[in-house]
């Protein structure tokens, strides 16, 4: 299972961002047991300033020091849950999205030693748990909410995983890697700045 999805991954062409802004990147950490591997994923601290209490991927905003935004989400994932560099293999990136921030965030997707634990900075969060892949991969478990921020009604897939809720950017995040890496299927609702892409490249074709 785990051959099957680098290899999906190696052949993958992630959809990437045509403006500049302030980057930042996240790893999707995935365990290597080799029948049903584990997504890690996090929840924010309460006493944080933004998305406080919300399930995320370990990352950050990228520092002047890194060399690179593969550095960021190993540099981020160290700090929030304890996971060294050298334990990471990483086996590809997904598409770029921008956050309700205006961040542009690098997904990069790892696969770590089942058995590695790992442990929440205190800091920045309130847990750090594991959600087998057959969860997400099973019928009727992924849901469709709407929400409405700054003027638009968005849309975003959303699970709910022992007493956690996982939605937003993360379940976007999480949706096009179930889909690339194990052919879930799942739906994808369009992302507001791809749509913008789109509609710039049909204006510049009609200038």
């Known amino acids: 299972m785990l051959d099957q999805v680098a290899k999906r991954l190696k052949h993958y062409r992630p959809w990437r961002l045509r403006t500049q802004?302030?980057?930042a990147a996240v790893l999707v950490v995935m365990t290597?047991?080799?029948?049903?591997p584990e997504i890690v994923l996090t929840?924010?601290?309460?006493?944080l300033s933004t998305h406080r209490g919300e399930v995320a991927f370990p990352g950050g905003k990228r520092d002047p020091e890194d060399v690179d935004l593969l550095h960021t989400a190993l540099r981020e994932a160290e700090e929030e849950i304890g996971l060294s560099q050298d334990k990471v293999s990483i086996i590809g990136s997904l598409g770029q999205v921008v956050s309700k921030h205006k961040l542009q965030v690098t997904p990069?997707?790892?696969?770590?030693?089942?058995?590695?634990?790992?442990?929440?900075?205190?800091?920045?969060?309130?847990?750090?748990f594991k959600v087998p892949v057959s969860f997400f991969l099973e019928g009727n478990q992924q849901r469709m909410d709407s929400f409405i921020y700054e003027g638009r009604t968005h849309t975003v897939p959303v699970w709910e995983y022992d007493g956690e809720i996982i939605w937003g950017l993360t379940a976007y995040i999480l949706t096009e890697f179930l889909n690339v890496g194990f052919g879930a299927g799942l739906?994808?609702?369009?992302?507001p700045e791809r749509l913008a892409d789109s509609a710039a490249k049909v204006v510049r074709k009609d200038c």
């Open 21 to 23: 802004g302030v980057e």
């Open 32 to 36: 290597d047991r080799v029948h049903d």
């Open 43 to 47: 929840v924010r601290s309460h006493l």
């Open 108 to 128: 990069w997707v790892g696969v770590i030693p089942s058995h590695l634990p790992l442990r929440p900075n205190p800091g920045e969060l309130d847990k750090v």
């Open 187 to 191: 739906a994808v609702p369009p992302r």
